[in-house]
C-alpha cells in the first residue's frame, strides 16, 4: 500500500472512530515513511556517487556534445 493510501485510510478510520484499526494504520504510515526517508538517502549517496564520477578532473574535453577522454583523464 503507498503512504497516500494509508493516509486515505487512517482518515476514513478516524472519521469511524476505528481506534484500534486507526493505530495499526498509523504504525504502517510511520513504516512506509521510514522505508522511503532510507530509499531517498540512498538515492541522494547515489546521485552524488554519478556525480562524482563526472567531476570535470576527469573529463578530458568537451565538444559542445560529447565529453572525451579515458575514465582515468588520460589521453586515449
Do not use: P
Not at 17 to 31: K, M, S, V
Not at 60 to 70: M, Q
Request: glycine share 6%; aromatic share 6%.
Amino acid at each position: 500500500m503507498s503512504v497516500i493510501d494509508t493516509a486515505r485510510s487512517i482518515f476514513l478510520l478516524a472519521r469511524r472512530g476505528a481506534t484500534l484499526e486507526l493505530q495499526q494504520q498509523i504504525l504502517q504510515l510511520r513504516d512506509e515513511a521510514l522505508a522511503l526517508l532510507e530509499e531517498n538517502r540512498n538515492l541522494k549517496a547515489r546521485v552524488a556517487e554519478l556525480e562524482g564520477r563526472t567531476e570535470v578532473s576527469e573529463i578530458h574535453s568537451f565538444d559542445g556534445t560529447v565529453f572525451w577522454g579515458s575514465k582515468d583523464g588520460q589521453e586515449e
